[in-house]
């Protein structure tokens, strides 16, 4: 399905080495590990995706099989590379309760001590699960793990935020690196926390730039949700593109209809980068919450996941109420572009239109 143009030589090379029919990947995302999307898009011919950062490892593995009855599609499991220990700071944390419950229950004092599962745990499930695909995000998995995926036949892809980040993925043994914009909807992949909003590169300044950094193939990612922007990620010499904003108003996403509805008002300049729901940069709908806690007198949000354990309360009150300006609404700059129609559907249209601005047959 793949034209034979010269164009989409590193698309056609890409699909043949994981069995695609299209070049287009479900973003993993946290928020929505529902298997119905991952399973319409694999089944659809393109790649399938889950972000595991919370799952515990019998949940991840049990995700993957409930994958692999749905669909005979190729999918990816994704992984955060967890940060240093927090540094806590129990004042300002009450601080941070009492502005926060203004907004839904009050707050735990044990909020803040909630943690992530184990990652080296979640590691051994995901070479147990023996997905097409092992993704990182953060940073890189360490040697000794990337030659155990790739004794086990798994590729690595490696999200990149800048070009240094591409060159050391590269340099790691990454497979593919998956270059995300700062258009991107959700958390930020930067390697350094520190530096992400400063490094915030547009996908179509930064795309170029690993493309002529690395020689593997590379994934265009963020603010990519119609045949306009696959067009101009192929014709730079993107390998495929990665969509995640794009598929949540599908039925098979799943999300609150709040949630769903708002992405398609939402104009550029209505989504923001900030730390207000976990502490790592994510962008979401600018909601009444997220400007709120980003106002000059709000409390500076907690490091990673105090802020994320500090905000589960309210952010599990809003999704109950279906109420989207509490909502932990991740949304990139083009959510609304993003279709409500099933996903299936969906990759067909991407593709057959992408092809079509080329003058190409699918």
């Known amino acids: 399905m793949i034209p034979n143009h010269p164009l989409f030589a590193p698309a056609r090379a890409f699909c043949a080495r994981f069995g695609l029919r299209v070049p287009i990947l479900l ?6 590990p529902a298997p119905g999307l991952s399973a319409a898009v694999a ?28 669909s005979n599609g190729a999918f990816q499991l994704n992984l955060w590379i967890p940060d240093p220990a927090p540094v806590r700071d129990p004042v300002h944390e009450a601080r941070l309760r009492a502005f926060l419950g203004g907004f839904g229950p009050a707050v735990a004092e044990t909020a803040g001590d909630a943690v992530p599962p184990d990652f080296e745990a979640q ?19 360490p040697a000794p793990y990337v030659a155990r995926l790739k004794a086990k036949g798994i590729a690595w892809f490696a999200n990149a935020t800048t070009v240094a980040e591409a060159k050391a993925a590269r340099d790691a043994g990454a497979d593919a690196i998956v270059a995300q914009g700062a258009e991107a909807g959700g958390h930020r992949g930067a390697f350094d926390a520190s530096r992400a909003e400063a490094e915030a590169i547009g996908l179509f300044a930064l795309l170029p730039a690993i493309l002529g950094a690395v020689d593997v193939p590379v994934i265009a990612a963020g603010g990519i949700a119609d045949a306009r922007g696959m067009s101009a990620a192929f014709a730079m010499g993107a390998s495929a593109v990665q969509i995640g904003t794009g598929f949540l108003r599908t039925p098979e996403a799943a999300i609150p209809s709040a949630w769903a509805d708002a992405l398609g008002r939402a104009a550029p300049e209505d989504t923001r980068l900030s730390r207000v729901f976990s502490g790592r940069p994510g962008r979401s709908l600018a909601t009444e919450y997220v400007r709120a806690a980003t106002a000059p007198d709000a409390p500076e949000p907690a490091p990673y996941p105090v802020q994320r354990g500090l905000t589960q309360a309210m952010r599990d009150e809003a999704a109950k109420a279906n109420d989207v300006s509490r909502m932990q609404a991740w949304a990139g700059q083009s959510a609304a572009l993003a279709k409500a129609a099933p996903a299936a559907d969906l990759v067909g249209a991407l593709w057959a239109g992408t092809c079509a601005r080329f003058g190409l047959p699918v």
Do not use: T, Y
């Open 123 to 141: 590691c051994e499930a995901l070479l147990d699960s023996g997905p097409a695909v092992v993704s990182s995000i953060m940073g890189l998995f």
């Open 27 to 32: 973003a993993p995302m946290a928020g929505v």
């Open 43 to 70: 089944s659809a011919g393109g790649m399938g995706a889950c972000g595991a950062v919370l799952m515990k490892p019998d949940a991840i593995r049990a995700w993957a099989a409930d994958q692999r009855a749905r």
